[in-house]
T-cell receptor, first 112, second 118 residues
């Protein structure tokens, strides 16, 4: 079935460092791709999304581009802040079964 | 609309007891989903409803689990005879029904109910 694989963490960075979290997917049909963020003790929040190839999702300084040729949707931020410390999940919405499937999550800790 | 609401936020129960969680979705959303998230893992799909109909159940949903959405609005998830392995965060999400041309079908998640079975 359709699935996503994201880089394992944890990732520890200094403030203002560059962040990238790799995500690749396996899918038939035309999936949509998402990044969700989960802050400690909270539920999931949609960070950004892309619904077709070459789309770029962006929000709060984060960006990810839907690359069909490499089946990837890597998350990037040029200058992280302490408040970006969270768990980040890559997710795929399958056009076959209309369900959202998640990667295992990557824990990011940003130190001041 | 205040988004997706889940109640309670936390539940501690003794093994063998029954528990019930409630989810109130965004009012105009037709679909409602339940996911389970264990420590260090991504959310795993359990079941979903379209209006009041339960359209799919994951094999993760054993016979001890039952979900309802009686009037197509709120939903309940009940776990009978809880086991320690049921300890997890139970997440509810809602969305519009996907359709050709509709791009705003992203899920909105609630804050979850954290279950601890002791």
């Amino acid at each position: 079935g359709d699935s996503v694989t994201q880089m394992e963490g944890p990732v520890t960075l200094s403030e203002e460092a560059f962040l990238t979290i790799n995500c690749t997917y396996t899918a038939t049909g035309y999936p949509s791709l998402f990044w969700y963020v989960q802050y400690p003790g909270e539920g999931l929040q949609l960070l950004l999304k892309a619904t077709k190839a070459d789309d770029k999702g962006s929000n709060k300084g984060f960006e990810a581009t839907y690359r069909k040729e490499t089946t990837s949707f890597h998350l990037e931020k040029g200058s992280v802040q302490v408040s970006d410390s969270a768990v980040y999940f890559c997710a795929l919405w399958s056009s076959n079964d209309y369900k959202l499937s998640f990667g295992a999550g990557t824990t990011v800790t940003v130190r001041a | 609309d205040t988004g997706v609401s889940q109640d309670p936020r936390h539940k501690i129960t003794k093994r063998g007891q029954n528990v019930t969680f409630r989810c109130d979705p965004i009012s105009e959303h037709n679909r409602l989903y339940w996911y389970r998230q264990t420590l260090g893992q991504g959310p795993e799909f359990l079941t979903y409803f379209q209006n009041e109909a339960q359209l799919e159940k994951s094999r993760l949903l054993s016979d001890r689990f039952s979900a309802e959405r009686p009037k197509g609005s709120f939903s309940t998830l009940e776990i009978q005879r809880t086991e320690q392995g049921d300890s997890a965060m139970y997440l509810c999400a809602s969305s519009l029904i996907p359709s050709r041309g509709r791009t705003n079908y992203g899920y909105t998640f609630g804050s979850g109910t954290r279950l601890t079975v002791v």
